[in-house]
């Protein structure tokens, strides 16, 4: 039977569509060591269990669409803790999950075939929202030579036309793990003020920055409060991937307004996980600092152990838990099937995210991955060996070169 154009158009996720060859590897009981999705193995706070256990009543109902009051408040108490003063409940629209947020944001600001401007590469389910939502992403490369920095502010702009209708960052940055600064920032908002855009800034990551360095979130510019969202989400910061709470946060009442329409019509965020995000919010501090420590180590393992390998190309991340490395490949994503269908090291090998969809500009992105540091050391350090040993035997068994 014919599907339709629009779902035929769309992409699979190369973090996920080579399933099938992990599973099958895994059949012949080799090893996976899984590098290719952001599942920490780092347990959620107990808080969080001690919210399902202890969850009353015999019925699940309806929530509001908006999401619960309790949640909404506790939020507002967590991002006063980062300093940003000023919002008020009915400024957080609860979402099931960062990407819910994306797409309100898509569909709340855009007609069809109007325009988002991206930096590339970017989290690469973006480009599925975008279409799900009609709307072109228009990007602007920025690169590994550069530890993909902001690429110049001139770049945004000559990409802006009339259809153009904001700007969306991720800050710490999935897939690069870059941090946008304040100056960044600031550039970018008077960018948006000019011609009259928005800003969307995705700050899942935002507890995790490295060596010292601090964060600014966009919600602490008051001053382009009418053209800021930011989008939030649980999934990371508490290890609570699966339980799909977020967030869309924003001064603008009219873009509130209007994704209310949207969220009406999916009825409500998840009941219970929400009970589970107020319980975990309101987790030790220490809590999240120690998970921060731990991503920094591993990263500090896993980058110094790549950076060994001869023709492996990766710039440090200053946070979130991803990088993207360049390989010594013809092609990273047939490297990435090799791996999992012809290669292991010791029964062991690796499955990673090609990174040549996390791009809208054809070509770019070809020989490299994006990897995701979380899982155990010893983990980090058995990937390290197998992604040496499988790039010796494809470059002299499929590529045929003899190092």
Do not use: W
Not at 103 to 120: G, H, N, V
Not at 122 to 136: D, G, H, K, L
Not at 173 to 192: A, K, S
């Amino acid at each position: 039977m014919q599907m339709s154009k629009r779902i035929s158009s769309f992409q699979a996720s190369p973090i996920r569509r080579l399933v099938p060859y992990s599973r099958e590897a895994e059949s012949k009981g080799i090893h996976v060591i899984h590098l290719n999705i952001g599942q920490p193995d780092i347990l959620s706070p107990s808080e969080a269990f001690d919210a399902v256990r202890n969850f009353e009543g015999d019925l699940i109902p309806y929530g509001l669409s908006e999401g619960e009051s309790d949640l909404r408040h506790a939020l507002l108490r967590y991002y006063r803790s980062y300093g940003i003063e000023g919002l008020d409940e009915d400024n957080i629209l609860i979402t099931t999950g960062g990407s819910e947020a994306i797409q309100f944001a898509f569909m709340t600001l855009c007609d069809p075939y109007d325009e988002f401007i991206i930096p590339e590469p970017f989290y690469t389910n973006v480009a599925t929202f975008a279409a799900i939502a009609m709307v072109n992403l228009v990007p602007v490369s920025s690169k590994i030579e550069d530890g993909f920095k902001l690429p110049p502010i001139s770049e945004f702009e000559s990409r802006i036309t009339k259809k153009t209708m904001g700007i969306l960052l991720c800050s710490p940055n999935n897939p690069t793990g870059h941090i946008y600064t304040e100056p960044e920032l600031r550039e970018l908002l008077e960018l948006c003020k000019k011609h009259d855009i928005f800003l969307v800034v995705d700050e899942v990551y935002r507890e995790f920055c490295y060596d010292g360095r601090s964060f600014t979130s966009i919600l602490s510019f008051p001053e382009y409060a009418d053209r800021v969202i930011c989008v939030d989400s649980f999934s990371k910061r508490f290890s609570m991937c699966g339980a799909r709470v977020g967030a869309i946060v924003t001064r603008n009442r009219e873009v509130l307004e209007n994704a209310m329409k949207l969220a009406q019509a999916r009825l409500c965020p998840p009941m219970v996980e929400q009970k589970i995000a107020v319980a975990a919010l309101n987790a030790p501090k220490e809590y999240v600092e120690n998970v921060r420590l731990e991503y920094e180590n591993r990263r500090n393992h896993l980058i110094k152990a790549l950076q060994r390998i001869p023709g492996v190309r990766c710039a440090m991340p200053k946070g979130a838990f991803y990088f993207v490395a360049d390989l010594p490949v013809d092609d990273a994503e047939k490297f990435a099937i090799f791996m999992l269908r012809d290669f292991n090291y010791k029964g062991s090998t690796v499955m990673f995210a090609p990174a040549e969809d996390f791009y809208v500009t054809k070509g770019l992105g070809r020989t490299q991955a994006r990897i995701a540091y979380v899982l155990k050391i010893e983990e980090l350090e058995t990937a390290a060996i197998c992604l040496e040993e499988g790039l010796k035997a494809y470059r002299r068994n499929v590529m045929h070169i003899h190092d």
